[in-house]
């Protein structure tokens, strides 16, 4: 997943991530410019998720 797809769809994702982890905060999920990793990473670490499984997963959301 390349940074500009991430940064080009955050705010659809950010909703559907609150609605399926609600225990997410908007400092999670706050996206700041180049600090993409930084973002994956935590997400990674809150969800319990493999870089590849977040991946697919944000992916899936469309």
């Given at each position: 997943?390349?940074?500009?797809?991430?940064k080009g769809k955050w705010n659809e994702w950010k909703g559907k991530i609150k609605q399926a982890y609600g225990d997410l905060t908007e400092?999670?999920?706050?996206?700041?410019e180049g600090?993409?990793?930084e973002l994956l990473g935590r997400l990674q670490q809150k969800l319990g998720k493999s870089k590849d499984e977040l991946a697919d997963w944000l992916?899936?959301?469309g």
């Open positions: 997943m390349d940074k500009l797809e991430i400092d999670d999920l706050k996206y700041e600090k993409d990793d992916k899936s959301l």
